[in-house]
Structures are given as structure tokens and as C-alpha cells.
């Protein structure tokens, strides 16, 4: 059973409330607690890899780091400004919660407890907007088959199954076990997925997924 969580520092933090204080609190859940400036450090028995994120262009670097992963985890932001758009993009991209530069310890407390019973610790108004994404996506894709004729979109059977497990709930290192291939091989398939259907997330693929082959997912 994985318990270790991991910070991913920034070389130049806003502030030290990464080892001050998210790593007592961590400790305090019975977690083991490393902290690192490489992805490469990061352990595979990692289940909360927590990512400083409080630099500008914070969502390009951001990417780079997930890209560079190779373990399979829960994946929280912290340190991050009043950035409403980091944190949509954030939620819409799988990652389970964001932790602010001014939030006191009563939060994080709260907010750690909550991922550790798997739910995801974001603001009210972060999730209604990610929601309406959601909704003007769905919107937006219907018009699409309704007003005019699309190009089909031929997904491999190995792009298929990924999909179909995903919308199960499955995470990538379930999928590869499930699949026997790699974590690796998985996001490979998923970039292809997402590049086909144009979708740039998780959440608009499976919404896709439900539109276009209905009878793929489980």
C-alpha cells in the first residue's frame, strides 16, 4: 500500500510553507515525506505528490513536470496564487486539488484529510466553473452533430480499451496493470486519443467518448 507523499519544491519558492508546514502536517497522517527539486526523485510508493506551482507561467512548467513522471499518483498543487484559470485547468486535468500560498493550517488540515479519502479539495466556485466548461463543451459538441457532418475519427482497439477503462474510474498505472503495458505506454495512447478527437482533456475525451462510440465504454 503506497504511503509516502512527495513535494516537488520550486527552486525559488514564495515561501516556506512547504517544509514548515505541509510536511509536519503530512507526518501527522502517518505519512512518510520526502521533498525534492527533480521529478526524478519522486519513489514509486508515492500516493500524494504535492507540486509547488507558484511561479509565473506556472501551467507550462507544470506540464513539463507530469510529462517527466514516472510514477502513477494523486497529483495536488500548492503554493499557487489567486489564479482561477491555473486551478480550472488544474481540475479539468485530473489533478486532485490545489492548495493557495495564503491558506492558514486549518485548511490544509481539512483539505489533506479530504484527499486522503480520495475526494478532491478545490473551491466552490473553481468546480461550478470547471462544470460549465463541461457543459458549454457538451453543448458545443452536440451543435457539431447536429448542424453539419464531422470527419470520422478512427481510434486504434488499443485506444478504445484505454478509454473505456478510464471511464471506470481506472487510473493509468490500473490501466497498464490492466492491459499489461506500461504506465508509459498508456499516456502514449492517451496523447494519441486526445489528438485525434481534439479533446484536451480527460474529461472532454470521455465526453467525447460518450457522444461518438457509446458502446466502447464499460
Same mark, same amino acid.
Given at each position: ?36 527539486? /527533480?521529478?526524478? =526523485? ?17 501551467? %507550462? ?11 502513477? &499518483? ?18 479539468? /486535468? ?8 495564503? #491558506?492558514?493550517? =486549518? ?9 486522503? %479519502? ?6 466552490? #466556485?473553481?468546480? &461550478? ?29 488499443? %485506444? ?38 481534439? &479533446? ?19
Amino acid at each position: 500500500m503506497k504511503n509516502s507523499a512527495f513535494i516537488l519544491l520550486e527552486s525559488n519558492p514564495v515561501n516556506s510553507i512547504s517544509l514548515d508546514v505541509l510536511q509536519p502536517l503530512l507526518k501527522a497522517q502517518g505519512l512518510l515525506v520526502q521533498s525534492s527539486l /527533480s521529478t526524478t =526523485d519522486v519513489p514509486a510508493n508515492t500516493r500524494l505528490l504535492f507540486i509547488e506551482a507558484g511561479e509565473e507561467n506556472a501551467w %507550462e512548467k507544470l506540464q513539463q513536470k507530469v510529462s517527466d513522471l514516472t510514477v502513477e &499518483c494523486d497529483i495536488i498543487l500548492f503554493n499557487i496564487g489567486q489564479n482561477p484559470e491555473l486551478a480550472n485547468r488544474a481540475l479539468l /486535468s485530473g489533478i486532485r486539488g490545489v492548495f493557495y500560498a495564503n #491558506d492558514n493550517t =486549518d485548511v490544509l488540515m481539512k483539505g489533506i484529510r479530504l484527499l486522503l %479519502e480520495n475526494h478532491l479539495w478545490y473551491k466552490r #466556485d473553481i468546480m &461550478c466553473s470547471a462544470l460549465n466548461r463541461l457543459l458549454h463543451f457538451n453543448k458545443e459538441t452536440l451543435a457539431k452533430f447536429t448542424d453539419a457532418p464531422s470527419e470520422p475519427v478512427s481510434l486504434t482497439k488499443r %485506444e478504445k480499451a484505454i478509454i473505456s477503462l478510464m471511464s471506470t474510474g481506472s487510473k493509468n498505472k490500473e490501466i497498464a496493470d490492466k492491459l499489461d503495458i506500461s504506465p508509459h505506454t498508456v499516456k502514449t495512447h492517451l496523447y494519441s486519443a486526445f489528438r485525434k478527437t481534439k &479533446c484536451r482533456n480527460r474529461i472532454e475525451l470521455l465526453s467525447w467518448a460518450q457522444h461518438n462510440i457509446p458502446n466502447e465504454l464499460r
